[in-house]
């Protein structure tokens, strides 16, 4: 692993340990050219994912993508990183259990809607409102109201 400071080849582990949810190993590296110590972290990636976009155009999987998109919408909201990192390590697992490596960019975007309407309320209504693309105040209202006719059905 190269260290992200000096840039040199050679860096040694110093501990490894499982993350909570024992998806993903976390390595704390030490630097002996330059003395620094980074931290990475390791997981497994059954398949290589191409997400579909809706105009055809196709591009590698990006977690990192997934997860900014989460924390965009989970912004000044009470939700522990850690628990965003879960649901971006579970969103991955499905994608790869799915048995298809071409994934639209409509099944991404539903498996974010429904841990965000767990999760938190103004955090759906957040993505919902970029992900379906809310033109105006009454699309929000709409929205809304079908949230509420849901829970009236619960």
């Known amino acids: ?14 501990d490894s340990r499982p993350t909570e949810d024992n998806a993903t190993i976390r390595r704390r590296r030490y630097c002996p050219a330059c003395g620094s110590r980074f931290t990475t972290f390791e997981r497994v990636q059954l398949r290589e994912l191409t997400v579909v976009k ?3 155009d196709k591009t590698p999987f990006d977690r990192d ?5 989460l924390n965009i919408a989970l912004r000044k909201r009470p939700v522990d990183e850690d628990r965003i990192e879960r649901i971006v390590n579970g969103i991955q697992r499905r994608l ?5 490596n071409e994934i ?3 099944v991404i975007g539903e498996l974010i809607m429904d841990n965000l309407a767990d999760l938190d309320p ?8 970029v992900y379906r693309n809310f033109r105006e105040a009454k699309d929000f209202e709409e929205f809304i109201g079908e949230l509420g006719g849901e829970e009236d059905k619960s």
Do not use: H, I, W
Request: charged share 30%; net charge positive.
């Open 96 to 100: 790869e259990t799915l048995g298809e």
């Open 104 to 106: 639209p960019t409509k």
């Open 122 to 129: 103004v955090a759906y209504v957040r993505f919902a409102s």
């Open 54 to 56: 809706k105009n055809g």
């Open 1 to 14: 692993m190269r260290c992200p400071f000096c840039g040199n080849d050679d860096t040694q582990v110093k």
């Open 65 to 69: 993508k997934v997860m900014r998109s």
